[in-house]
């Protein structure tokens, strides 16, 4: 598993137990999964259609860092289905596990889309080409 992006958990992300808070964890990990998918998929009308039972191993407290991670185990003909596990990275443990979350690519009218692709790319080469933005160096002095 790769694990993508950190949050530092602040107040805000709290709950009456001054732990995380499960729903601002559950926004984030929707998010990872959806910037990842839409990457994976070519797709920027990807959306997330399911999530399996969520298990809440322990949690993390205000200033604690969380890394979320994600793996593909199967592609579908419009779809990416991902494992995710969510670890503090200041005591190694298991904050939370997803064992299937369903993104599937839309086309304009919202219905599934295929995508042609039966395999992960670390390159930016799917990001559709309408979303990518020509890198400008700046003028030398």
């Not at 779809?79 to 904050?95: A, D, P």
Request: aromatic share 8%.
């Amino acid at each position: 598993m790769r694990f993508h992006s950190r949050k530092w958990v602040k107040p805000e992300d709290l709950n009456a137990n001054h732990t995380l808070f499960g729903g601002s964890l559950l926004r984030w990990i929707d998010e990872e999964a959806a910037i990842y998918a839409i990457i994976q998929l070519g797709n920027e009308r990807t959306v997330t259609k399911y999530m399996s039972e969520i298990n809440f191993v322990s949690s993390a407290r205000q200033g604690d860092i969380i890394e979320m991670g994600l793996l593909p185990t199967r592609w579908g003909r419009s779809s990416l289905t991902l494992r995710c596990e969510v670890r503090n990275v200041f005591t190694g443990k298991s904050i939370i596990t997803i064992d299937e979350i369903v993104m599937v690519a839309l086309d304009d009218e919202g219905n599934p889309r295929p995508h042609g692709y039966d395999s992960i790319t670390f390159d930016r080469d799917r990001v559709p080409a309408r979303l990518r933005i020509e890198r400008v160096e700046p003028p030398v002095r």
